[in-house]
């Protein structure tokens, strides 16, 4: 590490249990960003500020006006650009030491398993159930861990997943998450500060699933209504004949 990454990095260099290993594990590890939205976009901000190495962004979307009151990456002169290209723009500004790759294009079955070559981590950043469940699938696959996070009008829930899902995995909670996600943000509202909350434990998790330096709650699913401010832990539990995590069912 230079006397630059030193001095950029001193305040975090010096939290016990942080120090210089988990910033070098930091700037060693690749997480894909599926989503440049409101929690994406805050989470890229985030980690790439602190130093990760290697940022990939993937969404197909382009900035709109309705997107600005919770995705504070973005300006006005940004609407009608794509958002991973102007994320990555952002980013590539906020710290040059770090590499930013962007995919203007949907995380879906034909881009998939390119976009988690060479990936360590995938933060879930989409605002609908079927792209988490291919998230799911294809990360199981790889056996690669990946943070969840979901967010609409005061509420917010968030899990992290282990590579090897022997905790369960996403597709265990399909049924009922299926009608959680009946609407999205679009239609049902959303808080900018919910979102952000939701995008920074998210991050935290990921932060100490790479250095360590915090307790990652693997597989407990937490859920904040933050119009009653009360947060609930619920453990998951493998399901069994589930098609992605039982062992004796799936055909990773
Ligand atoms: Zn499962």
Redesign the pocket.
């Known amino acids: 590490m230079n006397d630059s990454e030193l001095e950029r990095y001193s305040r975090q260099l010096l939290v016990p249990g942080f120090e210089l290993e988990g910033q070098e594990a930091l700037g060693a590890a690749s997480v894909l960003i599926v989503g440049c939205g409101g929690l994406g976009a805050l989470a890229a901000q985030y980690l790439v500020g602190a130093g990760l190495g290697h940022v990939v962004l993937v969404d197909p979307d382009r900035i709109e006006l309705s997107n600005l009151p919770r995705q504070i990456a973005y300006t006005e002169a940004d609407v009608g650009r794509f958002k991973a290209e102007v994320l990555a723009e952002r980013l590539q500004r906020m710290n040059s030491e770090v590499t930013v790759t962007h995919h203007s294009l949907a995380f879906d079955e034909t881009s998939g398993a390119s976009l988690l070559t060479t990936i360590d981590a995938v933060l879930d950043g989409t605002d609908n159930h079927g792209t988490r469940l291919l998230i799911d699938r294809f990360t199981a696959h790889r056996e690669l861990p990946w943070f969840m996070g979901a967010a609409v009008q005061m509420a917010g829930q968030n899990i992290a997943f282990t590579g090897l899902?022997e905790e369960?995995?996403y597709?265990?909670l399909a049924p009922q998450q299926a009608s959680v996600d009946a609407g999205g943000c679009a239609t049902l509202g959303i808080l900018g500060p919910v979102v952000a909350t939701v995008a920074l434990r998210q991050v935290l998790d990921l932060i100490g699933a790479l250095t360590g330096v915090a307790k990652v709650p693997w597989g407990v699913m937490r859920q904040y209504d933050f119009r009653a401010n009360t947060t609930a832990s619920l453990p998951l539990q493998?399901?069994v004949g589930?098609v992605?995590?039982?062992p004796n069912v799936n055909t990773r």
Do not use: E, Q
Request: net charge positive; proline share 0%; hydrophobic share 10%.
């Open positions: 899902r369960g995995c597709h265990c493998r399901r589930c992605v995590c039982d």
